[in-house]
């Protein structure tokens, strides 16, 4: 008689049901403990850790009550917390008065908060990528969502993961007065052009001083007022004058077009002209005199339609990698698709822009 084979379910096998997820319940009681006996340990914590960072439920609830008094301005000790906990019907739940005193008796010391601080950290984000896993394989094996849709959803989820880690602290005045003294070496010396993007235009460099790097850039205006026209001038002027490698993603516009539009503003020649076939001799040699510039500008076109943003950020990193690209255009931001389950088209827009900036 022939076995029945049990499906093989790939998302219940990736963790053995023993496993515990990542987490240092110990050092999260040391933190606790050291914010307990130390006053200038709290700031340090909570400039660091949140509610979620903690693994236990006890613990996240001591931690939130710490957070509460902080704000109050009330000190932070077994009494004070004790009252708190007792307050808001938490105090079994977190072990009582015996557990409370047991945090701070274990701690001789607070100096090692920030380090017991980052373990903490490590162990959150362990755990927000297994649960992210999870929720992407459970998408991917269940295929209610469109593959590109889940591949968007996946990078969104592991994006806001590294995002929620990456806070800045404040800066001493000698490393700011330091990286500011070599920003203005770098913007006075010959190799500025690797720190900036020129224009093209005299006085919008004067004004900007170039695009800087990480800088996002939206061209606005109404239909047919030159916005696709003055793009591809700021691309001929980075690829040809400066040698700055561009990368351009039309969505509207098919290459062919695009580079008719580029060799007639070369040229200065109506491209309306050449369109209708109605280009007078005269000019034919003009063109012949021009494609070769734009033959060697390093220009790279990609007139794929209805591209995602998730697409689009793909590819831009390849650019980078492969062509060292200075410089992105987007031609235009209304025609890329962001997460299908936006709730309305302006979240949508708001997605694809903060997802661009990321990018750059």
């Known amino acids: 008689m022939a076995r029945s084979k049990k499906p093989n379910n790939g998302v219940d096998q990736l963790i053995p049901a023993d496993v515990k997820p990542p987490s240092e319940p110990e050092i999260e009681a040391s933190v606790l403990g050291a914010m307990m006996i130390e006053k200038e340990a709290v700031p340090k914590a909570l400039e ?23 704000d109050a301005g009330e000190p932070i000790d077994t009494v004070t917390l004790y009252e708190e906990l007792k307050k808001r019907d938490q105090l079994d739940e977190v072990g009582g008065a015996v557990y409370l005193s047991k945090l701070s008796q274990n701690i001789t010391s607070a100096a090692n908060i920030e380090y017991h601080s980052k373990i ?22 269940e295929g209610a969502d469109d593959a590109f849709d889940i591949l968007d959803n996946a990078e969104r989820k592991i994006f806001e993961i590294t995002e929620s880690h990456l806070s800045k602290s404040y800066q001493g005045m000698d490393r700011a007065v330091r990286d500011a003294m070599e920003y203005i070496e770098t913007i006075h010396s010959s ?11 005299y006085e919008l460099d004067e004004l900007l001083g170039g695009f800087q790097k990480s800088d996002l850039i939206i061209l606005a205006a109404r239909p047919s007022m030159g916005k696709t026209a003055l793009a591809l001038t700021l691309a001929r002027n980075a690829a ?42 005269s000019d034919g040699s003009k063109l012949s005199k ?32 492969e062509k060292n690209v200075g410089m992105i255009i987007i031609d235009y931001l209304q025609l890329m698709s962001g997460p299908q389950k936006a709730e309305s088209r302006e979240r949508e827009i708001s997605h694809i822009s903060r997802s661009l900036k990321a990018l750059a």
Do not use: W
């Open 48 to 70: 660091l850790l949140s509610v979620d960072s903690f693994y236990l439920k006890s613990h996240k609830l001591i931690y939130d009550a710490m957070t509460s008094l902080f």
């Open 120 to 141: 903490i950290i490590e162990k959150q984000i362990l755990r927000g990528l297994i649960s992210s896993a999870h929720e992407i394989a459970r998408s991917a094996y």
């Open 191 to 201: 190799t500025h052009q690797k720190f900036s993007v020129p224009t093209g235009f």
């Open 240 to 281: 040809i004058e400066h040698k700055v490698p561009v990368g351009i993603f039309s969505l509207e516009m098919a290459t062919m077009q695009l580079i008719i539009r580029m060799i007639c503003a070369e040229a200065r020649i109506n491209a309306h002209l050449v369109r209708t076939g109605k280009l007078p001799h």
């Open 290 to 321: 021009t494609v070769h510039k734009l033959t060697d500008a390093p220009v790279y076109v990609d007139d794929s339609p209805a591209q995602s943003v998730l697409e689009i950020r793909a590819k831009a990193r390849r650019l980078k990698s």
